[in-house]
């Protein structure tokens, strides 16, 4: 049984704002505003109306702030595409 990657991919949908214009726009400092994906078989998957799956590195959320490797699946695509159903 083969083994795949699974990596989160964080994003930071402010580009950098919230750290410079939270204290003033909101009052207190906000260090980002999140969005995560996970990464596994070469794909992209996070959520937006559903989820959904772009190649990674190539969604609307630009370029990742962090990448973190949490682990490997054992499970076979079609599995894993059937548990998201």
């Given at each position: 049984?083969?083994?795949h990657s699974v990596t989160l991919y964080v994003y930071d949908l402010s580009n950098g704002?919230?750290?410079?214009?939270?204290?003033?726009?909101v009052g207190k400092y906000v260090e980002g505003i999140w969005h995560t994906s996970?990464?596994?078989y070469n794909k992209e998957f996070y959520f937006q109306n559903g989820v959904q799956d772009d190649p990674p590195k190539k969604t609307m959320f630009g370029t990742p702030v962090k990448e973190i490797l949490i682990g490997e699946?054992?499970?076979e695509e079609l599995d894993f595409l059937e548990l998201l159903e």
């Open positions: 049984m083969s083994k704002m919230s750290k410079i214009m939270s204290q003033q726009l996970v990464v596994v699946t054992e499970l």
